[in-house]
């Protein structure tokens, strides 16, 4: 499971004895157990210092006619995964997934890089939905993934990817 500190409109608690805690939002997103991979259409909050668990349905990807440059909206899902990145914006407004698998290291999970826009009340607007890009320049090829690596946000956004292992496409045997 993957989890980062989220932002949150209040960010002091007090406790029963008077005094004030910082709250802290831990997002968990994808990944697996032993039986089954979780769902991508909920995620989960994990709030500090009540030590409380929220859960979150997330949005689809939806064919609502946009056409934006930078979005690619479709009817497809965001695949389950793990073994994925996510890196929150520096505006805490999103959330940038990328990569994993899912069923088996050598099935890479689709899209290999989505958007999560938090919600309201947590640094966004509105509700919590996966945004699907069309990535540009020397991304993966189509149907090739990546693994095991780690990211991190540099200044101006700029996500770093580092390491990890690649998932070649699927070979065709005839």
Do not use: C
Request: charged share 15%; proline share 7%; glycine share 14%.
């Amino acid at each position: 499971l993957h989890s980062f500190p989220t932002r949150r409109s209040s960010d002091l608690s007090n406790r029963s004895d008077g005094t004030q805690m910082q709250q802290q939002d831990f997002l968990l997103i994808g990944g697996h157990t032993q039986d089954a991979f979780l769902n991508m259409s909920q995620i989960a909050l994990f709030s500090l210092p009540q030590e409380s668990w929220t859960f979150f349905p997330v949005d689809q990807p939806s064919n609502d006619g946009k056409r934006d440059l930078a979005v690619r909206q479709s009817t497809s899902q965001v695949d389950s995964r793990s073994g994925h990145s996510a890196v929150l914006t520096s505006d805490g407004k999103s959330v940038i997934v990328f990569g994993g698998w899912v069923g088996d290291v050598g099935t890479p999970a689709n899209p290999q890089l989505a958007v999560l826009s938090v919600g309201e009340g947590y640094g966004g607007g509105g509700s919590w939905s996966w945004n699907v890009l069309s990535p540009g320049g020397a991304g993966p090829a189509p149907g090739t993934g990546l693994y095991g690596h780690g990211a991190m946000m540099l200044p101006g956004d700029v996500m770093l990817v580092l390491g990890g292992y690649t998932i070649p496409a699927p070979s065709s045997k005839f």
